[in-house]
């Protein structure tokens, strides 16, 4: 049985415990990163799932994806609960493309690519963050017919 807790991406591999205690992997907020496993993981654990968030698929893959700036460790072990290898996972800002304002202290995102939009970012000031996230999550629901009327 694989046990999927807790992130946007992890490098290229799991480094064993023997190679390398302080493995990092890198990922960005928001960016998942395809991992290859262990050889006889049954078992992966992410410290904070805040953090990141791992998805155990077929053939020894699990996807990695980065939910808040951070880091936080990921853990394989086998069947019988043998460490097979053990990661941090480092979780960074996508910030090629984002602008950000400063009023003040309160902070605004936005996305330009190449158009600047708002983009609520972890870090920006409550207000803004509610009204980007609630339109956004407005729109989805409508785009999903979970806003429709019946």
Known sequence: MILAIAGSGIGSAVAAPQESQNESVLVLVDHAKVVR?????QTVIVGNPAIADVSVQRNGVMVVTGKS?????LI???GTGTLLAESLVRVGAASDAVLTVQRGMERESYSCTPTCQPSAQLGDGQKYFGE???QATSRN???TGAGASK
């Not at 700036?69 to 460790?73: A, D, K, L």
């Open 37 to 41: 496993l262990p050889e006889k993981a």
């Open 69 to 73: 700036f951070g880091v936080t460790n």
């Open 76 to 78: 394989a072990l086998d």
């Open 132 to 134: 980007v996230g609630a």
């Open 141 to 143: 629901s409508q785009a």
